[in-house]
Nanobody
Framework: QVQLVESGGGLVQAGGSLRLSCAAS????????MGWYRQVPGKQRELVAA???????NYADSVKGRFTISRDDAKNMLYLQMNSLKPEDTAVYYC??????????WGQGTQVTVSS
């Protein structure tokens, strides 16, 4: 099992920045790719950014150039630096980890609210 705990969400004005963190514990050695997803009420959870164990990254078109995903394997941490935030970035953000054995893990989510 892998446990994921997010932090860093909050309320920010449009144009501001936030940094989300995700602390991973448990069977860390089994983790391959990690990512950040977000969800608003009534909509499906969507991928925001992902990073592989080889530090390859991909981003949703809506956040390219504004968000940066990174990981610190020595600290078992995943980060999402969010700059130039827009009201449409408002959502619950979830940390995700995929294991080498095909298991999928989720954190409890952290609320990000961007006011106009």
């Amino acid at each position: 099992q892998v446990q994921l705990v997010e932090s860093g969400g909050g309320l920010v004005q449009a144009g501001g920045s936030l940094r989300l963190s995700c602390a991973a514990s448990g069977r860390i050695f089994s983790i391959n790719a990690m990512g950040w997803y977000r969800q608003v009420p009534g909509k499906q959870r969507e991928l925001v950014a992902a990073i592989t164990s080889g530090t390859g990254t991909n981003y949703a078109d809506s956040v390219k150039g504004r968000f940066t995903i990174s990981r610190d394997d020595a600290k078992n941490m995943l980060y999402l630096q969010m700059n130039s935030l827009k009201p449409e970035d408002t959502a619950v953000y979830y940390c995700n980890a995929n294991s080498l054995y095909g298991n999928n893990y989720w954190g409890q989510g952290t609320q990000v609210t961007v006011s106009s």
